[in-house]
Structure formats: C-alpha cells, structure tokens
C-alpha cells in the first residue's frame, strides 16, 4: 500500500535551518509528483513546494523562494525539504503528498494531491 512519512521536524531559532524528510513505501516517489505542504493552527492549509514527475521542473511559494529547497534521492525512495533561514512564521506542522493523476508542473493546490503523510510538526522561536 501507498504511504508516506514525514520526519525531521522540530524546535529550531529563527535563521536556523532543518531538513525535512518524506520516505515513500508501496510507489516509487520518482513515478508522482510530491508537494510540501503546511497548516497552523487555526489556518488552511497552503502549498509550500513541489517537485514534478522524474524531476521535470519545481514550484515554490512565494513565501519560501530563496530559502527552501527540494530535492529527491531515488536510491533511498525520499524526498526532502531543505529550510534555511527560517522564520517564525514558517511555523507549521508540514506535510508531503503524492499527486499519482497529475502531469506536466507540478502545482500547489491541495486537491491534485491524493496521498499524504501524517505530518511532522516544524517550531521556529527564539
């Protein structure tokens, strides 16, 4: 069966930097496209980056260009998520999700991803 796990949250200070980790079991991450995405408390949920099908392109929001990267190890089935300089705004428990039905860009609308992950929750404070 198709799951996703997300790991490497935690409590880091504001220009700190984390990498998150999304490990796929039961599909090839490589074969779907893969978004990040994250929720506060009391907020919808909002597209953080993507990355297309056999790493065809990627998409950031606006709010995280220049300090979040992703990228996908094949060998090890995962993707990350690079977080430098951050924010306590970037405050959030974050989320990967496979979007099987999706092609070309990938996007960072909620509905095209049909698979997620059960979250790991990110704290930015000083």
């Known amino acids: 069966q198709l799951q996703l796990v997300e790991s490497g949250g935690g409590l880091v200070q504001p220009g700190g930097s984390l990498r998150l980790s999304c490990a796929a079991s039961?599909?090839?991450?490589?074969?779907?496209?893969i978004g990040w995405f994250r929720q506060a408390p009391g907020k919808e949920r909002e597209g953080v980056s993507c990355?297309?099908?056999?790493?065809?392109?990627?998409s950031y929001a606006d709010s995280v260009k220049g300090r979040f990267t992703i990228s996908r190890d094949n060998a090890k089935n995962t993707v990350y998520l690079q977080m430098n300089s951050l924010k306590p705004e970037d405050t959030a428990v974050y989320y990967c999700?496979?979007?099987?039905?999706?092609?070309?860009?990938?996007?960072?609308?909620?509905?095209?991803?049909?698979?997620w992950g059960q979250g790991t929750q990110v704290t930015v404070s000083s």
């Open positions: 999700a496979a979007a099987p039905r999706l092609f070309g860009a990938c996007v960072l609308t909620t509905a095209n991803y049909n698979y």
């Open positions: 039961g599909f090839t991450l490589d074969s779907y496209p």
């Open positions: 990355l297309s099908r056999r790493g065809g392109s990627t």
